[in-house]
């Protein structure tokens, strides 16, 4: 299993502010994932951090708007930049512990931001 | 591209009836697994189906994995309250293993 931290837990961001939010894993994990969920929404992937390489994002998701940092196997960044109304939501770090296709996804408890 | 799609979208139920959830993929999956995210919270992993027509029991939650790993079932009898939440269906990207796809829930209240 893994025990996910992620901070803020929420935060109140003015428009054209960037906001960085933190997750802390308790092991070591090969591969992360920063989800955002919409509310009432499903979860949409934005991107897998790897450590040591470039994060792969999504379609519609860049690298401008969303950099992510992954300097070691338990620790990752994701930066909302220039925040703008469309960007409240709720962002949410994840792990696999184990394979992909085999392991299951442990979340943080989520950053719910809100962009006035 | 690949799709996950589950129904019904909601469903209101009062306690002690039973809820069925269906989800399908568009494509076969090697696994397909179920989350719960109660509201305010974060999903969390229920359970992990591989085999094909596999069938898991969790106290009062069935679920189910059909023939052609295409399709999957949560069922839970005499709901309770403590059910509320959102169960959302989840199967690898078959074509890289890379990511979780995610269907979009079901969303469950049940009335006391």
């Known amino acids: 299993s893994a025990v996910i931290s992620q901070k803020p837990s929420r935060d109140i961001c003015q428009r054209g502010t960037s906001l960085t939010i933190q997750c802390q894993v308790d092991s070591q994990v090969t591969m992360m994932f920063w989800y955002r969920q919409q509310p009432g929404q499903s979860l949409t992937l934005i991107a897998t951090?790897?450590?040591?390489?470039?994060?792969?994002?999504e379609s519609g998701f860049v690298i401008d708007k969303f950099p992510i940092s992954r300097p070691n196997l338990t620790f990752s960044t994701l930066t909302v930049s220039n925040m703008s109304p469309e960007d409240s939501s709720i962002y949410l770090c994840s792990v696999v512990v184990g394979a992909l296709d085999t392991g299951e996804l442990f979340f943080g408890e989520g950053s719910r931001l809100t962009v006035l | 591209g690949q799709q996950v799609m589950q129904i019904p979208q909601y469903q209101h139920v009062q306690e002690g009836e039973d809820f069925t959830t269906y989800c399908n993929s568009s494509?076969?999956?090697?696994?397909i697994q179920w989350y719960k995210q109660r509201p305010g919270g974060h999903p969390v992993f229920l359970i992990q189906?591989?085999?094909?027509?596999e069938v898991k029991k969790q106290k009062r939650l069935t679920f189910q994995f059909g023939e052609a790993k295409k399709n999957s079932s949560l069922h839970i009898t005499a709901t309770q309250t403590t059910d509320v939440g959102t169960y959302f269906c989840a199967g690898p990207r078959w074509t890289s293993y890379d990511k979780v796809i995610f269907g979009p829930g079901t969303s469950l209240s049940v009335i006391p």
């Open positions: 494509t076969t999956l090697s696994n």
């Open positions: 951090a790897n450590q040591g390489s470039e994060a792969t994002y």
């Open positions: 189906l591989v085999k094909s027509g």
